[in-house]
């Protein structure tokens, strides 16, 4: 069947009203993130950029994993103190424009210093470990549900390890589970600090 020149016009116009009514939406979203992260700033910074070493660094996160990480404290598949008083407070879309805003953020990197020694380690055993598959250099990283962990506060990589291991986060199906028990404190100790001293290299990023 041919498709006639007009149909193709017709298409590409529809295309390109979608597109603009999702960038639209988006940015919306993006903007309500913003005037709503104002509660989260206490633990996790203004824009995300938290420089409390247990409490992770949001800016750059992608929207997929935050805001499936909001989804899983609400109906208790993670569990951590101050987010299980914090999140049941927000409905869906609260979540969805707090996790555009933060994805919409230049990625930040840890104040922290790591130890030379202990981060050289870290790199060997996350090689082993084939981290890189799936925290580093993702295909698609604005889609992924995988927390991206460049530039992250070595304690708080240390203590998800620690509870990945020992069973108290398990909302990953169980993978990171069986990766970490193969890790002694050692082990998780030198990732911490190799994870921290990994920068981002995509400037490109909007500021906001």
């Known amino acids: 069947m041919k498709i ?4 193709v016009i017709r ?7 979608l597109a603009s009514i999702v ?4 940015a919306q979203s993006i903007s309500a993130g913003e ?13 995300g950029r938290s420089f409390k070493v247990n409490y992770p660094i949001l800016a750059g996160q992608t929207a997929p994993y935050i805001l499936r990480q909001l989804r899983d404290f609400k109906q208790g598949r993670r569990s951590e103190p101050n987010m299980n008083a914090v999140v049941p407070q927000l409905n869906d879309t609260d979540m969805q424009d707090l996790a555009a805003f933060f994805a919409s ?3 930040a990197s840890s104040p ?3 130890d030379p020694i202990k981060a050289r380690r870290g790199k060997k055993k996350a090689e082993s470990a084939h981290c890189a598959s799936c925290h580093l250099g993702q295909a698609n990283p604005t889609i992924s549900e995988t927390a991206r962990i460049e530039g992250q506060h070595p304690n708080y990589v240390m203590k998800q390890l620690h509870d990945f291991r ?10 990171m589970h069986q990766i970490a ?14 994870f921290a001293s990994v920068r981002f290299d995509n400037p490109k990023r909007v500021q906001k």
């Open 181 to 194: 028990q193969g890790m002694t404190d050692a082990d998780i100790e030198d990732l911490g600090n190799y």
């Open 166 to 175: 020992a069973g108290r986060r398990a909302n990953d199906g169980g993978v």
């Open 23 to 26: 960038a639209s939406v988006n």
């Open 112 to 114: 922290s210093q790591s």
């Open 35 to 47: 005037r709503k992260h104002g509660f989260c700033a206490s633990c996790h910074g203004i824009n």
């Open 11 to 17: 298409q590409v116009v529809c295309l390109a009203l």
């Open 4 to 7: 006639g020149f007009q149909q």
């Open 105 to 107: 953020l230049t990625p």
